[in-house]
């Protein structure tokens, strides 16, 4: 029988006498001593800060037998919540070959949109990289909607004539 817990001296006794069997009570639910080491302290920070309230100082024992079998449910709890929620990893599907054609790619349009004109390139930066709509990038060149919605039409018809090329 473990003498009522009234001070913290009798906590650390407690903690003396007892720490060890409820680190492997823990173990045992929680399946690794890190975490059923984190859980023995935990459930001792808490008797500690709730000893001057605890109505049967005697029962401090069953209350820390509690809290640790209490403390492991949350641990597993949010195990399988993370499990759940974990994604498997996906390696990139694209082969070297696949990434080399799209470079290419790339620095065609590039080259391409580099040989239009400096509003047209303005206009498809705003609009397609920006993802701006036609009115905002009116305020922000200082130009009409209608302005915005010609060049725009005339810069792609000039990036597919120059894309043809290029082929």
Same mark, same amino acid.
């Given at each position: ?5 009234? #001070? ?5 006794? /407690? ?9 492997? /009570? &823990? ?8 975490? &059923? ?11 500690? #800060?709730?000893?001057?309230? /605890?109505?049967?100082?005697?029962? &401090? /024992?069953?209350?820390?037998? *509690? ?26 599907? #694209? *082969?070297?070959?696949?990434? &080399? ?15 239009? +004109? ?25 130009? +009409?909607?209608?302005?915005? +919605?010609?060049?725009? +039409? ?12 290029? *082929?």
């Amino acid at each position: 029988m473990t003498a009522p817990v009234r #001070s913290p001296a009798d906590v650390g006794e /407690l903690y003396r006498e007892h720490a060890l069997g409820l680190i492997r /009570l &823990a173990m045992l639910m929680v399946g690794d001593a890190p975490t &059923a080491e984190d859980v023995v302290q935990e459930a001792f920070l808490g008797l500690h #800060s709730k000893q001057n309230r /605890l109505r049967e100082p005697a029962a &401090a /024992l069953g209350y820390l037998r *509690s809290t640790v079998l209490n403390r492991c449910r949350s641990v597993l709890r949010r195990r399988v919540v993370a499990r759940r929620f974990r994604q498997p990893y996906q390696p990139p599907a #694209s *082969s070297a070959e696949d990434r &080399a054609i799209d470079e290419q790619d790339r620095r065609k349009v590039l080259a391409a949109i580099g040989r239009l +004109s400096r509003r047209q390139r303005e206009i498809l930066a705003l609009r397609f990289y920006c993802d701006l709509p036609e009115e905002q990038i009116a305020r922000t060149l200082k130009i +009409s909607r209608g302005t915005v +919605s010609a060049t725009t +039409s005339r810069a792609l018809t000039a990036l597919a004539e120059l894309l043809r090329e290029k *082929s």
